[in-house]
């Protein structure tokens, strides 16, 4: 599971996630989605045939939103400081000499989201597994009362995407969920968004 970062760590990792065009609009202009690849779609080779750049911007989309591993050589575009404390929070990991991304990160208007690979939803252990940003939880945004309030529940927090979308409306945000991974995930995601109210 990830290890909550400092809060300077978690201010690089943002900086450098948006300055290398990882972002909503990066990653929509590069690959034409914003949503991660799916088997059903049948889309991960149109998104590899368009991040085969070496460059920070195709290779962090590769590592953090498609899950595909990327050879060691090629990841050394990153900054070893960002490699680095990525390893150590583990955003990524390595093995036989390539770097993978154990968890998605997706932008979502300003945030970045942390939740599970989508092929582990379809494992045997994946009864903890931790949704990302999809056509529920768009929905669920969309019904939502937004005015300004004291304290806010997001009951059932899954990666946080709601409490973060209230975290400006709201004076403090309690996020909770049944499964400890998803409050694992939503307290990384709050780190890393620099969001000290929820």
Not at 168 to 177: G, I, K, M, N, Q
């Amino acid at each position: 599971m990830l290890t909550l970062p400092s809060e300077e760590t978690a201010r690089r990792l943002h900086a450098y996630f948006a300055d290398n065009g990882f972002t909503e609009a990066g990653i929509g202009k590069l690959v034409g989605s914003t949503s991660p690849p799916l088997s059903q779609n049948r889309n991960l080779p149109r998104f590899l045939d368009l991040t085969r750049a070496v460059e920070p911007g195709p290779v962090l989309v590769r590592l953090f939103f498609m899950n595909v591993p990327v050879e060691q050589a090629a990841a050394a575009v990153l900054p070893e400081g960002f490699r680095k404390a990525c390893l150590e929070t583990g955003l990524l990991r390595l093995a036989e000499g390539r770097y993978e991304a154990p968890m998605l990160v997706v932008p979502h208007e300003g945030h970045y989201l942390v939740a599970d690979r989508n092929p582990h939803l379809h494992a045997t252990e994946a009864t903890d597994h931790v949704l990302g940003f999809g056509p529920s939880a768009r929905a669920l945004l969309t019904a939502t009362i937004t005015r300004p309030v004291g304290r806010l529940l997001d009951l059932g927090t899954g990666c946080g995407v709601h409490a973060f979308a209230a975290a400006s409306r709201a004076e403090t945000v309690v996020a909770t969920d049944i499964n400890p991974r998803a409050t694992a995930c939503t307290a990384f995601g709050a780190r890393l968004n620099g969001l000290t109210n929820v």
